[in-house]
């Protein structure tokens, strides 16, 4: 290949030249040499030309065929998904999981609904009634009430999220996540049960609920709103403290769609539900929830940045917020094998327990109405 450029090139003094017709014609012997030899070789003398024919860059041609190909190949790498910064979500070997581990996590999470009934949402013994009772002294109306406990909840909710790095440190991780639960799950249960016993006490603003396909498509929505939703099932063993909790970087599965999904799913359960029951109370519980995630998803990127610095800011750059931009515009490089990412156990965990919850919603709303909340 050397030897090819080197008697292919337009600047090699030729024994044909004009001014070397009557030099000794030497016969040209190729041997092997080493590159920059080569550069010395093919590098013309400016003397055997005329003024006007003088080359100004000698190497033109050979750079631009050079960066042809550094362009192509580049171009081609580009088509190849980057190797993960992140974590991949959602992965789960049964091999190396412990029976142990999930004993102890039905053993807490038993723990954790029977202190929470008695403590909270039973009416002889907790504290849920008079909570709500007290944020109802607010405001006769059921929009502002509920807007209300929707901000408590929040408030609390990323407060303590916000203080996640200080509380380890102070506490340890596993006392950080009991406080953490400890005092979101009591307020959002109490949210859950007051929007279920007055959803449809506000004023109502339009009635599709026997319209042509709406039920379907309500039903479609709330579905893929809880694949959205819940990853933390990624984790369930950290959610219960079993394992010490750690602020995961996901970067697979429903994170290439998009970086926070959590926000896309709630955002979707809003509008399937309002769009159902059509009334101000939905509206206010939407825009409630819906402002709350959008605070989180600015919150929880500042957060991830500053535990993760750099690792973060590559996995920002190649995802988005809004659900397949980064896809669409190149900068997700989707495997080919990218639906196998789905294919896994807390996934099926979500689609049952999605399905198990739409046939439940009689019985959830029958134990909320015996509240009286």
């Known amino acids: 290949m050397a030897s090819s450029l080197l008697l292919s090139n337009p600047f090699l003094t030729s024994t044909h030249h004009p001014t070397n017709l009557t030099r000794r014609r030497q016969p040209l012997t190729l041997k092997p040499t080493s590159a ?25 041609g050979l750079r631009k065929f050079t960066t042809r190909i550094s362009t192509r190949d580049a171009d081609t790498d580009t088509s190849v998904p980057p190797p993960l910064v992140g974590e991949d979500s959602a992965a789960f070997e049964l091999g190396k999981q412990k029976l142990s581990s999930w004993i102890y996590f039905s053993l807490i999470l038993g723990v954790v609904l029977f202190v929470l009934d008695v403590a909270w949402i039973d009416n ?8 709500i009772s007290a944020v109802s002294l607010l405001s006769e109306s059921h929009e502002v009430v509920m807007f209300i406990l929707i901000l408590i909840f929040a408030t609390v ?8 790095d200080i509380g380890e440190k102070l506490i340890g991780e596993r006392a950080f996540r ?10 959002a249960v109490s949210t859950v049960v007051y929007f279920i016993n007055h959803r ?13 396909a709406v039920h379907q498509l309500v039903w479609i929505s709330n579905f893929i709103s809880f694949i959205f939703l819940y990853p933390s099932t990624f984790n369930l063993l950290e959610v219960a403290a079993v394992d010490k909790p750690k602020m995961h970087l996901w970067e697979t599965g429903i994170m290439r769609i ?32 819906i402002g709350h995630h959008l605070f989180g998803v600015w919150n929880g990127d500042r957060r ?9 800011e590559s996995v920002k750059r190649r995802t988005s917020i809004v659900p397949f931009a980064a ?12 639906y196998k990412e789905f294919l896994r156990l807390p996934y099926l965990s979500i689609t049952a327990l999605t399905l198990g919850a739409y046939f439940a919603h009689p019985l959830m709303q029958a134990a909320s109405f015996r509240l009286h909340w």
């Not at 002889?124 to 909570?131: A, E, I, R, Y």
């Not at 909710?157 to 996640?164: F, K």
Request: contains cysteine; glycine residues 8%.
């Open 200 to 212: 449809y006490d506000g004023i109502q603003l339009w009635e599709l609920q026997s319209a042509p």
């Open 178 to 187: 009991v406080l953490f639960a400890g005092v979101s799950l009591p307020l």
């Open 258 to 289: 998009t970086r926070h999904p959590q926000m896309v799913g709630q955002v979707i359960w809003c509008l399937a539900h309002t769009v159902w029951i059509g009334n101000s109370v939905t509206v206010a519980a939407s825009l409630g929830l």
């Open 157 to 164: 909710h990323s407060g303590l999220a916000s203080l996640r």
């Open 36 to 60: 920059l030899t080569l550069l010395n070789l093919t590098k013309p003398s400016n003397n055997n030309y005329p003024k006007f024919l003088k080359p100004t860059h000698p190497f033109l």
């Open 124 to 131: 002889t013994t907790g504290f849920g009634k008079d909570f």
């Open 304 to 312: 991830l940045a500053t535990r993760y610095g750099e690792a973060f």
């Open 327 to 338: 896809i669409l515009d190149g900068r997700q490089k989707l495997p080919q094998d990218y």
